[in-house]
Every structure is written in C-alpha cells, then in structure tokens.
C-alpha cells in the first residue's frame, strides 16, 4: 500500500467516527487556517465571480465574448458541469435528501447536532426524509427543480424577510456563529432563521438526523476531492476544470491565484497584525455551493464554515450575518457580479468591486449608467481577469501592492482569450 493510498484510508476512518481536522492552505488566510482578530474579511460571489457556470448554461458568455457560433458547444460544457455537481452532491452530500431543508450555512444546523459519533451510523436507514417531505416520484419537472438549486436565484431577496437579531444581542455570539475561521461553538442556540422555512415542520428527532448530513457534508468538503468519487469522476472533474479555464481565458486558474495572493500579500500591506478570510455569498443553495468549491478548486481558500446561501434571506441578510460573524471592527470588502449584493454592500456601508463578464463598453450605455461607481477603480467595473489585489487593496483602504510576475503569469497565462475578454467591442450584453 502506497503512502497515498494509507493516507486516504485514515481519512476514511476519520470520516466514518465523524472527526476531522481541517485540512492547512500553506497560507494565512486559507480554509485551514485561524484568523487573527480584527481580519480583513472579503466576501465573494461565487457565480461569474470566482467560477463560470451559469453563464454557459444560458449563453450570455457566448455574447459576452462575440462568439455567438460557440454557444451550443458552451452550454454543453455547462450542463456537464450541472451534471458533475448534481452527483457528486446526490453521491456523497446528501442533497437528494437534505435538498428542501436548505440551511444559510453550516453553523445554523450545528445547535441540533447532539455530537453523537458517526461510527457505523447508516444513513440509508435512519427514517430521513420524513414521510412527509415532498419529493414524490421523479417527472422531468421534479429534476428541473433538483437542478435549479446549483443555479443563482434571479433575486433571493424576496424570497424572504429578513429577521433581525433579538435586542440586546451580540454581533459576535448571535446568529451564524464561529470564530474568526469560522469553527462553529458548541452549546444551545436558536436555530437560524435563514434557511428553508420547510425546516419549521421537522421535530427533534429529524432536526438531529439532518444535522448528522450536513456535519457529515462539512467533513467530506474540509478533505477534498482527492477522497471522493472514482477515479474516472475525478478525471472527468479535472478535464472540466481544464476545459473551462482555456474556454475563459484562465478565468479559473486566476481565481486561485487572486485568492492566494490576498492572503498572503493584503495582510502585508496592513499596518497591524492582521489576517485574511475568504467567505462566499452566493444565491445558490448551500450544499451545491460547496460541491462548486471543491469542483472549482476553491476550497484551500474558503472554509465551508465561511460560505452563506442567501437563497431564503437575501444578500443583506447574509452580509448582515458576516458582519455579526466577525465583528464590526474588521475591513470588509464585498465583490461580485450583481446589483443584489451591489445594493447589500451600500446598506451595510462596505466597499463593492464590481466583476463583469467584458469591458464595461460591452454592456448597453442606459444599463451602465444605473450602476454606482465601484471601489475597485472608482468606474463601472472590470473583468475578473484583470482584478488584481491592488484593486482589492485599494478598496479595503490599504496600502497597494503589485504582484510578482511568476503569480501574474499563472493568473493570467497568455492565451487569446484573455486578451480578447480586455478588448471594448460593439456588442452590449444584455444579462449578467
């Protein structure tokens, strides 16, 4: 047995008694690392931010880089990774189970979970779902739905209020509750509201039994993918990964670089003795937005435990949560692609940068001149390959920094692509 081969075998007996240590970045600010106070916290979108997904699915990549001929064979690419991250969520998260009982994040379920070891515990026998869940038989329509979890919502902000803390609370100690990586507390606690509101109609008994699935799901993400699927499924993961960052102009391989960069290098540029923590805010459900981390290679910068679903609650209320996570004390920056978590940033008062598909000049005049001027470079925004942490450093207030060339290189490459998303070209885009 090779050393690989009993390294993931011990992996397996930890996953199996439920106990696991996460994994360390090699970073300051990666998934495995313990923030110091006072962090300088981003807070990223996932989709058309820090991955490209659902902008193959509807073609508006296509537009966005004149190629109108390449549309089909793009939203092939993107249902194979719809299909990727459905089973590989369905395989190993639970999600054909847990899918109607989405949480904001994992630390809103936490409170239910007795702590009881997972060893030898079947799944497959447990009574969850209950017989009242309304999964039903499987039709077209049905998967359609199972589907539409992966993709951002249109506007998760009406899909709920928001509630706000009770009086008197603690931004540090109510709500979405961790330390400054996000390690989830032990002791009783509320239960969140910011989920699916069909959790209300689960007991005791099954609100323990859902949070065994997502404790299980926690553990299984903070490993990777190196303990997950077969082999031909990790090829396949790998060749998507490939095949989407050439088809972006290095739009993947420049997300890593950005968010190791951050960590390493912001924290320089501050005065104090500061760290950096990557957090995700996406409208995606929760458990498809942690398969897209490990699919997309993200998940040695972002903690499970620092992603929020504003599916239920919207961005406000998730940024809003962020907020009470880590205290008020820390610079936060928000960036995205959207006007939801544009208009989020403004009402808590953060900085927001602004990620486009194109140039600016791509997009129609009337629509451009809606948006606020963003932190980045104080215009409308700019393509995501061309974001660098001075852009960041600049709207978090700190000093600048420039990148090495070696780490520009990486990000960027040389391909045609990327040249081409840094052209102005005539034809607007009409959806982001």
């Known amino acids: 047995m090779t050393d690989q081969q009993e390294q993931r075998k011990r992996q ?67 249902q194979r990774w719809e299909a990727a991250i459905l089973a590989l969520c369905d395989d190993h998260f639970f999600f054909d189970q847990v899918e109607e009982w989405d949480q904001c994040c994992l630390a809103d379920i936490q409170p239910h979970d007795d702590c ?15 017989a009242t869940s309304h999964k039903g038989p499987a039709s077209s329509d049905k998967q359609q739905q199972h589907a539409s979890g992966l993709r951002p919502s249109a506007s998760s902000a009406s899909q709920a209020p928001w509630v706000p803390p009770t009086a008197g609370g603690s931004p540090v100690t109510d709500g979405a509750m961790g330390d400054a990586h996000g390690q989830m507390p032990s002791g009783p606690r509320l239960a969140s509201p910011h989920g699916s509101p069909a959790c209300a109609s689960l007991d005791a008994a099954m609100l323990a039994k859902l ?58 540029s501050s005065a104090e003795d500061r760290e950096v923590v990557h957090v995700a805010v996406t409208s995606g459900q929760l458990v498809p937005s942690l398969a897209k981390l490990l699919l997309f ?13 504003s599916r239920h609650c919207g961005k406000a209320a998730c940024f809003d949560l962020v907020r009470r996570r880590f205290g008020p004390a820390c610079t936060y920056v928000a960036i995205g692609d959207g006007m939801e978590e544009d208009e989020a940033a403004a009402e808590i008062g953060w ?10 000049a791509n997009y129609p005049a009337q629509r451009v001149l809606t948006w606020r001027p963003e932190a980045a470079t104080c215009g409308p925004g700019l393509p995501f ?48």
Not at 242 to 257: I, K, M, Y
Not at 297 to 309: C, D, E, Q, R, Y
Not at 351 to 360: K, S, T
């Open 12 to 78: 397996r007996r930890s996953l199996d008694d439920g106990v696991a240590q996460q994994p360390s970045s090699g970073g300051t600010g990666g998934a495995g690392a313990v923030a110091a106070p006072n962090p300088i916290v981003l807070v990223w979108d996932l989709d058309e931010t820090l991955l490209v997904f659902n902008s193959l699915l509807i073609g508006t990549w296509a537009v966005a880089t004149q190629n109108p001929a390449a549309a089909d064979d793009l939203r092939k690419l993107g």
């Open 351 to 360: 900085p927001y940068i602004r990620v486009l598909l194109a140039p600016a």
């Open 297 to 309: 290679k993200l998940g040695a910068h972002i903690a499970p435990t620092n992603v929020w679903s």
């Open 116 to 130: 009881a070891s997972l060893t030898g515990y079947n799944f497959s026998r447990d009574g969850f779902p209950p």
């Open 211 to 268: 949070a065994y699935r997502y404790r299980r799901i926690a553990k299984l993400v903070s490993f990777g993918l190196h303990a997950l699927g077969t082999g031909p499924q990790r090829d396949e993961w790998e060749a998507l990964y490939q095949e989407t960052d050439a088809v972006t102009g290095g739009w993947l391989r420049h997300a890593s670089a950005l968010l190791a960069d951050c960590s390493r290098q912001l924290c320089d």
């Open 385 to 432: 390959t061309q974001l660098t942490i001075g852009h960041i450093a600049r709207a978090a207030g700190l000093p600048p920094r420039q990148r090495s060339a070696d780490s520009f290189e990486v990000a960027h490459g040389s391909s045609a692509a990327a040249a081409a998303l840094s052209e102005p070209s005539a034809m607007a885009i009409e959806a982001s």
